[in-house]
Protein backbone atom coordinates (compact mmCIF):
# COMPACT_ATOMS: atom_id res chain seq x y z
CA UNK A 1 0.00 0.00 0.00
CA UNK A 2 1.02 3.19 -0.88
CA UNK A 3 1.25 6.12 1.71
CA UNK A 4 1.00 9.19 -0.63
CA UNK A 5 -2.70 10.27 0.72
CA UNK A 6 -0.95 10.97 4.25
CA UNK A 7 -0.95 14.04 5.82
CA UNK A 8 1.31 16.05 7.60
CA UNK A 9 1.03 18.59 10.26
CA UNK A 10 1.10 21.99 9.07
CA UNK A 11 4.20 24.40 8.83
CA UNK A 12 2.47 26.93 11.35
CA UNK A 13 2.69 24.53 13.88
CA UNK A 14 6.18 23.16 13.64
CA UNK A 15 7.66 26.48 13.75
CA UNK A 16 5.79 27.32 17.06
CA UNK A 17 6.76 23.88 18.47
CA UNK A 18 10.24 24.60 17.34
CA UNK A 19 10.41 28.54 18.39
CA UNK A 20 8.35 27.15 22.44
CA UNK A 21 11.67 24.46 22.21
CA UNK A 22 14.19 26.94 21.54
CA UNK A 23 12.42 29.08 24.17
CA UNK A 24 12.47 26.41 27.24
CA UNK A 25 15.88 25.08 26.25
CA UNK A 26 17.22 29.05 26.58
CA UNK A 27 15.78 29.31 29.98
CA UNK A 28 16.81 26.17 31.05
CA UNK A 29 20.46 27.08 29.98
CA UNK A 30 19.86 30.45 31.84
CA UNK A 31 18.74 28.61 35.33
CA UNK A 32 21.80 26.70 34.49
CA UNK A 33 24.24 29.06 34.10
CA UNK A 34 22.96 31.41 37.17
CA UNK A 35 23.33 28.39 39.39
CA UNK A 36 26.74 27.03 38.26
CA UNK A 37 27.51 30.18 38.98
CA UNK A 38 26.95 30.33 42.34
CA UNK A 39 24.90 33.98 41.85
CA UNK A 40 21.84 32.27 43.15
CA UNK A 41 21.27 35.78 44.97
CA UNK A 42 20.36 37.48 41.02
CA UNK A 43 18.17 34.02 40.32
CA UNK A 44 15.94 34.34 43.20
CA UNK A 45 15.41 38.54 43.12
CA UNK A 46 14.05 37.99 40.00
CA UNK A 47 11.69 35.88 41.62
CA UNK A 48 8.39 38.64 42.95
CA UNK A 49 8.44 37.30 46.52
CA UNK A 50 11.19 35.55 46.98
CA UNK A 51 13.32 35.11 49.74
CA UNK A 52 17.32 34.95 50.25
CA UNK A 53 18.73 32.47 52.60
CA UNK A 54 22.54 32.51 52.78
CA UNK A 55 23.59 29.65 54.17
CA UNK A 56 27.28 29.85 53.43
CA UNK A 57 28.20 32.13 55.83
CA UNK A 58 26.05 30.75 59.14
CA UNK A 59 28.90 29.87 61.90
CA UNK A 60 28.86 26.27 62.62
Not at 23 to 48: E, I, K, N, P
Request: charged share 15%; aromatic share 6%.
Amino acid sequence: MSDKNQTFSSPAFLNASVLALVAVLAMMLYVFGVVMSGDTTQLTGSVRGADVIVTRDVPK
